[in-house]
């Protein structure tokens, strides 16, 4: 494990796109193929400006590059929300990152994926047909969520069974569509939808290297409780990070006070 504390967002950023680059552009340069995951967030939009202006620069082969999102809302528990939702993670991506790629370079619609209702389980078999995630990007939710596996009582599912969850679809909690409403939605309840596909652990953890990044103060708390304690448990589901042999994290000083617990 390693974690970096830097002053601010900006150079959480730079640092967090370099460290991307760096595991995915000698891959792609070499000509062999990467797969990324990737998250979206309020976290990660200057990030995926610096990470696409250095790919270009050095024209990498982005045919090569297969990006693989961590979620997607859903309508219900059978259908996603359409392309042009204002939440849609898709649409995310295609802003912040995918149309900033040189399209001379050779990144498609075809190379993106997103699970869905209706193909969770292909999704991940797809994931492993291609050997699994070379780097996966995180943030952490408020209540210590990644992806939108939500925290469950050890009461409920065995420390070993909520690291081996799948891609699935499933309600979000109050907690989440509260957080969501608050960070993307400005303050619009109405646009959060209530359920969406994502990424299971078993396919997060088994991502060759995982990076954390975290710049809001509501990530103190369940931050400060991860590395206090120290041990993988459902009920905060980013503690299962620190088990992971090679996970970095990066946290922006001028937000988050981790000091007494690293």
């Known amino acids: 494990m390693k974690v970096s504390a830097v002053p601010d967002y900006d150079v959480m950023s730079q640092m967090g796109a370099d460290i991307i680059f760096d595991v995915i552009a000698p891959k792609l340069l070499a000509g062999k193929p990467c797969n990324l995951g990737l998250a979206t967030g309020n976290t990660m939009i200057t990030l995926y400006r610096i990470l696409a202006e250095k790919l270009n620069a050095v024209k990498a082969d982005l045919s090569l590059l297969h990006t693989w999102n961590l979620d997607e809302y859903a309508i219900d528990e059978k259908n996603s929300v359409p392309a042009d939702h204002p939440l849609s993670y898709f649409k995310y991506m295609n802003e912040k990152l995918f149309s900033r790629f040189d399209p ?24 492993e047909r291609c050997g699994g995630l070379d780097l996966q990007l995180l943030g952490i939710g ?57 990424m299971g652990m078993k396919p997060i953890l088994k991502a060759k290297k995982e990076l954390l990044l975290a710049c809001f103060a509501e990530q103190e708390a369940p931050l400060r409780k991860m590395f206090t304690d120290r041990r993988a448990t459902p009920e905060l589901p980013a503690s299962y990070l620190l088990d992971h042999p090679d996970f970095q994290f990066i946290y922006t000083a001028d937000k988050i006070n981790l000091d007494d617990c690293l």
């Open 104 to 127: 001379a370079l050779g990144f498609t619609p075809v190379n993106a994926h997103f699970p869905s209702p209706d193909g969770a389980e292909e999704f991940d078999r797809a994931l």
């Open 142 to 198: 408020f209540n210590g969520h990644i992806a939108f596996n939500e925290p469950m009582k050890e009461s409920e599912i065995s420390v070993e069974n909520f690291g081996l969850l799948p891609t699935r679809v499933l309600p979000l909690t109050q907690d989440t569509i509260d957080q969501n409403t608050k960070v993307t939605a400005n303050g619009d309840a109405s646009l959060v939808p209530h359920f969406a596909a994502t």
